[in-house]
């Protein structure tokens, strides 16, 4: 029910939203500045980033560097000011990658002593640690459901179990009762992780969720972010030296140990899928033996400023992030093996240094500065937006909102949008009101199950507690079929994360425009408000950032 009143409330605001909201006028010299940007230039943008001899903008790589030198010419030509480092227009982002070593044993014990040693690979595979070369675990499992503990839903995998001192076992999911964004918010490792810690337990072991699912394949190495002091700056696999491992189990070694322990799996599974904590000791252990071999790789992120130009309000800074970096050089397909990164993400950085442009062209600057970051190892795990989020090369309390822009999909006329996160926030009133003014309409996301709230950028501000927004297509199409999603479905099936998503793929440079003007003018407009944007009352992003 509390979710159907959600929805409701959620419908309601989108249907009704614009009738309510103040149209706005824009200065003249700023609407002229907006329609200067052009198609063009944005084209422009896009073909060097993914050109070939960039060789898919892999952290640490020349190409990578290419990008990184052709962004800060722009922001210099521009009129974009150094906020970095030291003067400077980078943050160093020190990316560990970590491999489990080859000797890695895991090894269950049931309840009689009996010991099966499990087949990394198939039945169990363990997550490299980014800063213990050498760990040897034994402890005893607990079964903790989805590893959730959410009072304000009503719901706790950790009631009535003791888990200090013990491995828990978990699914990746969340009660079907939870609302597509807190589900989604519910299940993300870090969290996952961050709740073992807080209740004592020495490793996390997720499970697969079915017989068919696989383990996943970490041969391709684990991503972390180091601090100058060499700990751990961010990551998505790790949160303290208390866990001490983090593994993946097969479903059917998972049963086995259920059976032995005389309960049913199948049973706890539908138990927390309701809604209905399932959580028990299972009368086994795991015993670990494994080590990490390290390779450190220097990246950056880059981050420019247009200073506010009032004397109190220009120390606070709204936030306009993009990330810079893809996937490098990968398995060929179709003959071609490097991965572009046109739409993801040349598009946006585009879309940003268009953004720069406008402001270039603007005499009077916003009351509050801007700051215009491109971040790396986002496809490693939002790595170089969370290292900024969490070490940011401004005061962290002066960030009061971040708007995101990640492969936002120019590839149809832009005729309705979708704000990812603005309806938790005050940010909801600056994108109705930028949208009514470029004639816009604001949907629903038409592809919730997609999590994109929770897979981006923005993601990695929301949790340090700043406002933010990723602006995504909306369904509007010109002749009235409002099926936008289809089209891009298909599209991304042949050019998402494909050697295919190259310069000479599918374009429409106009919507880059409209999309490059929309967020310029949602950030102008945050940033000349006079107060700073909020969290709406008791919401669940909210109430978290307060914690």
């Given at each position: 029910?509390r979710?159907?009143i ?12 614009p ?6 006028k824009?200065?003249k010299?700023?609407?002229k ?20 001899k ?35 227009y ?20 049931n ?36 590893g ?22 978990v ?11 807190i ?37 391709n ?23 001490k491992?983090l ?19 199948t049973?706890?599974q539908?138990?927390i899928?309701?809604?209905?904590p399932?959580s ?10 494994y ?12 981050v420019?400023?247009?200073p506010?130009s ?7 800074y709204?936030?306009?992030?993009a ?7 990968g ?10 990164g ?8 585009a879309?940003?240094l268009?953004?720069?442009r406008?402001?270039?062209?603007i005499?009077?600057?916003?009351k ?14 939002l ?11 401004v005061?962290?309390q002066?960030?009061?909102?971040n708007?995101?822009t990640?492969m936002?999909?120019i590839?149809a006329?832009l ?5 990812l ?23 629903e996301?038409p592809?919730?199950?997609q999590?994109?709230f ?38 991304r ?15 429409d ?8 003007q929309?967020n ?5 407009l ?8 909020t ?13």
């Amino acid at each position: 029910m509390r979710h159907f009143i959600l929805y409701a409330l959620v419908s309601c605001i989108l249907a009704t939203g614009p009738a309510f909201t103040q149209t706005i006028k824009v200065d003249k010299k700023v609407a002229k500045a907006m329609k200067a940007v052009e198609p063009a230039a944005i084209k422009a943008h896009i073909d060097y980033l993914a050109d070939d001899k960039l060789l898919g903008r892999k952290p640490g790589t020349p190409g990578y560097q290419m990008a990184v030198d052709y962004v800060i010419d722009q922001f210099k030509n521009n009129g974009v000011a150094p906020a970095g480092e030291n003067d400077t227009y980078l943050q160093t982002v020190r990316l560990r990658q970590a491999k489990t070593g080859p000797d890695a044993t895991i090894t269950a014990i049931n309840s009689k002593g009996e010991q099966q040693a499990l087949a990394l690979g198939s039945d169990a595979v363990i997550y490299p640690n980014p800063v213990l070369q050498n760990v040897t675990i034994e402890a005893p499992l607990v079964f903790a459901g989805y590893g959730i503990s959410a009072p304000d839903m009503g719901y706790d995998d950790y009631a009535g179990i003791d888990a200090k001192g013990k491995i828990v076992v978990v699914f990746r999911g969340a009660p079907e009762q939870f609302p597509n964004t807190i589900a989604n918010y519910s299940m993300d490792l870090q969290n996952t992780l961050k709740n073992a810690a807080a209740h004592g337990a020495v490793g996390v072991i997720v499970a697969a969720p079915n017989e068919r699912a696989r383990v996943p394949n970490l041969q391709n190495s684990v991503y972390s972010v180091m601090t100058a002091d060499s700990k751990v700056g961010a990551s998505r696999s790790y949160v303290s030296d208390d866990i001490k491992l983090l593994a993946n189990l097969s479903y059917n070694t998972l049963e086995k140990l259920f059976k032995d322990s005389n309960l049913n799996l199948t049973k706890a599974q539908a138990s927390i899928r309701s809604g209905n904590p399932a959580s028990a000791a299972l009368q086994a252990s795991i015993k670990a033996n494994y080590s990490s071999a390290y390779q450190d790789i220097e990246s950056y992120n880059v981050v420019g400023k247009i200073p506010g130009s009032d004397p109190t309000l220009k120390n606070e800074y709204v936030v306009h992030s993009a990330h810079l970096d893809h996937v490098g050089v990968g398995k060929p397909v179709d003959g071609d093996s490097i991965y572009n990164g046109a739409h993801d993400n040349a598009s946006g950085v585009a879309g940003l240094l268009e953004i720069a442009r406008i402001y270039k062209n603007i005499k009077a600057k916003p009351k509050r500065s801007v700051l215009l970051v491109m971040v790396t190892a986002e496809e490693m795990g939002l790595l170089g937006s969370a290292y900024f989020a969490n070490f940011p090369t401004v005061p962290a309390q002066s960030m009061v909102a971040n708007v995101n822009t990640d492969m936002p999909a120019i590839i149809a006329p832009l005729l309705s949008v979708v704000a990812l996160g603005a309806l938790n926030s005050s940010l909801a009133n600056q994108v109705a009101q930028a949208s009514k003014y470029m004639g816009l309409t604001v949907e629903e996301d038409p592809e919730p199950e997609q999590n994109r709230f929770i897979r981006s950028d923005q993601y990695s501000f929301v949790v340090q507690g700043v406002p933010a927004l990723h602006i995504k297509y909306g369904n509007k199409t010109a002749d009235g079929k409002n099926n936008l999603d289809e089209t891009v479905k298909k599209w991304r099936e042949v050019y998402y994360h494909k050697p295919q998503d190259g310069p000479d793929g599918i374009f429409d440079y106009n919507a880059g425009k409209k999309y490059t003007q929309l967020n310029f003018l949602i950030g102008y407009l945050i940033a000349n408000q006079p107060e700073r944007p909020t969290w709406n009352k008791d919401d669940f992003f909210g109430t978290r950032a307060l914690q």
